[in-house]
């Protein structure tokens, strides 16, 4: 079997060039590969690129050149259908907002996208508390977004995103409106659980600490993504 959980190969990524509007290349023949449990960090400056490359990686977006794969499988981005059984099968996400649903518990969140998945009701509950505990709200499992604080909020996003277990994890910003102590438990918690789970995952991130806690680190210079 691959060992390699996703990659890009000659993606081409142009904005605009509608009306007057000249176009703006982002990425021009990058390439991209990442490993079974490998953790990649995103560093490099606002408008580089990042969220855009994240689309496209995790198939939110489909307006570009080039061939995606995931677990050695071509994935044909045009085909919606056939794109979002991959994506949900394949990814979670977290972002820097955490898109919680107000009116569900921490804990009805978490175990969302496995109910989704038709698991039942029971496991899907010992799943969720499991994580829950893991990231230290065993006592926040039954209060909804709006009685948690920002990192409570940004934990249960986590587990929400891996609790099917994805082969990839990709985090867009995960700490970026928390403090900074809340960003370093969140950012710990974050990579134990990727860790744990054998999960590969990309973090982009403007926070220089994540720098010391993913396997690679990467930025994006002159249209393609570049190790350090
Ligand atoms: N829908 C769009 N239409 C036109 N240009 C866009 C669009 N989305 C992004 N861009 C441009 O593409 C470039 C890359 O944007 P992107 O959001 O990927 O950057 P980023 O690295 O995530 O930045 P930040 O660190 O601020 O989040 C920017 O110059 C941005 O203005
Ligand atoms: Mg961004």
């Given at each position: 079997m691959s060992n390699t959980v996703l990659k890009l190969k000659k993606v081409t990524k142009l904005f605009g060039g509608k009306g007057d509007m000249p176009p703006v290349e982002i990425f021009k023949d990058m390439d991209f590969t990442i490993k079974k449990n490998e953790v990649v960090g995103l560093f490099s400056p606002s408008g580089s690129g990042k969220t855009?490359?994240?689309?496209?990686?995790?198939?939110?977006?489909?307006?570009?050149?080039?061939?995606?794969n995931i677990n050695g499988l071509r994935v044909n981005t045009k085909n919606d259908v056939q794109t979002s059984i991959v994506?949900?099968?394949?990814?979670?996400?977290?972002?820097?907002?955490?898109?919680?649903?107000?009116?569900f518990s921490a804990l009805d969140n978490t175990i969302f996208p496995l109910l989704f998945d038709g698991v039942?009701?029971?496991?899907?509950?010992?799943?969720?508390?499991?994580l829950l505990e893991k990231v230290g709200l065993a006592k926040r499992m039954k209060n909804r977004p709006a009685?948690?604080?920002?990192?409570?909020?940004?934990?249960?996003a986590?587990?929400?995103?891996?609790?099917?277990e994805p082969a990839l994890l990709l985090a867009d910003e995960p700490t970026g409106n928390l403090d900074q102590l809340t960003?370093?438990?969140?950012?710990?918690?974050?990579?134990?659980?990727i860790k744990?789970?054998?999960?590969?995952?990309?973090?982009?991130?403007?926070?220089?600490?994540?720098?010391?806690?993913?396997?690679?680190?990467?930025?994006?210079?002159?249209?393609?993504?570049?190790?350090?």
């Open positions: 855009t490359f994240l689309q496209i990686a995790g198939l939110l977006d489909s307006k570009f050149s080039g061939d995606i994506r949900r099968k394949n990814i979670g996400f977290v972002f820097q907002f955490h898109h919680l649903i107000q009116e039942s009701e029971k496991i899907a509950i010992q799943k969720g508390q499991h009685e948690l604080s920002g990192g409570e909020q940004q934990r249960v986590i587990c929400r995103a891996i609790i099917n960003t370093s438990k969140v950012m710990n918690f974050l990579i134990e659980i744990e789970h054998n999960i590969s995952a990309i973090i982009a991130s403007h926070n220089p600490m994540i720098s010391k806690l993913v396997d690679k680190n990467a930025k994006i210079a002159d249209g393609k993504i570049v190790y350090n």
